[in-house]
């Protein structure tokens, strides 16, 4: 299994750009996450899916798009990129039941201009 | 709504023992989860608690009392590589994990 996967692994864009980061896992998991972590503090949920075709946002959704149309990928959408936004974005899965560990992706670490 | 309290950061000695203590308040509380992030990477499992008591795992053990809603993180013989942040994670019912700053160890030779 290769576990949960993210691409690009870094990335620069310039203020009202658009990009997609990529998530995928292998692991059949229904609940799919994005966090993001700023310089030197704790990750913080943006959007969240608890299986294909069901989103629900997190404690900083704004200026963020998901879709999940698969149970593998779980796409994270920069819809008009600002400064603000540069941050590593972790993506995340995990059984649906309780106590099951979560996955992180190795992250993508994006830079705004 | 979810509240947790670790101490932001703490030292200790390579070869000593140190405990993480975190106190939380969260709705529907299922169990607790225990990772470990090193600087620049994602976090990674260590432990997850749903009954009171102590679960040990090598040089890591980890403590629950859900009536107290206190956890904490024992770990012993402190290695050098265990120099990281050390997060605490109650699972609510929401099935989202939360995660909070955690605590940034620093083991000192």
């Known amino acids: 299994n290769a576990g949960v996967t993210q691409t690009p692994k870094f990335q620069v864009l310039k203020t009202g750009q658009s990009m997609t980061l990529q998530c995928a896992q292998d692991?059949?998991?229904?609940?799919m996450s994005w966090y993001r972590q700023d310089p030197g503090m704790g990750l913080r949920l943006i959007h969240y899916?608890?299986?294909?075709?069901?989103?629900d946002q997190g404690e900083v959704p704004n200026g963020y798009n998901v879709s999940r149309s698969t149970t593998e990928d779980f796409p994270l959408r920069l819809l008009s990129a600002a400064p603000s936004q540069t941050s590593v974005y972790f993506c995340?899965?995990?059984?649906?039941?309780?106590?099951?560990?979560?996955?992180f992706g190795p992250g993508t670490r994006l830079t705004v201009t | 709504g979810q509240n947790i309290d670790q101490p932001t950061e703490m030292t200790a000695t390579e070869g000593a023992i140190v405990q993480i203590n975190c106190t939380y308040q969260?709705?529907?509380?299922?169990?607790l989860f225990w990772y470990q992030q090193h600087a620049g990477e994602a976090p990674t499992f260590l432990s997850y608690?749903?009954?009171?008591g102590l679960e040990e795992k090598g040089r890591f053990s980890s403590f629950l009392s859900r009536s107290k809603g206190y956890s904490y993180l024992l770990l012993k013989e402190l290695q050098m590589k265990d120099s990281a942040s050390y997060l605490c994670?109650?699972?609510?019912?929401?099935?989202?994990?939360?995660f909070g700053s955690g605590t940034r160890l620093q083991v000192q030779p």
């Open positions: 899916s608890v299986g294909a075709g069901i989103t």
């Open positions: 994670v109650p699972e609510g019912g929401r099935r989202a994990l939360t």
């Open positions: 692991m059949n998991h229904e609940y």
């Open positions: 608690n749903v009954l009171d």
């Open positions: 995340a899965s995990r059984e649906t039941r309780g106590g099951y560990e979560q996955y």
């Open positions: 969260t709705s529907g509380f299922n169990g």
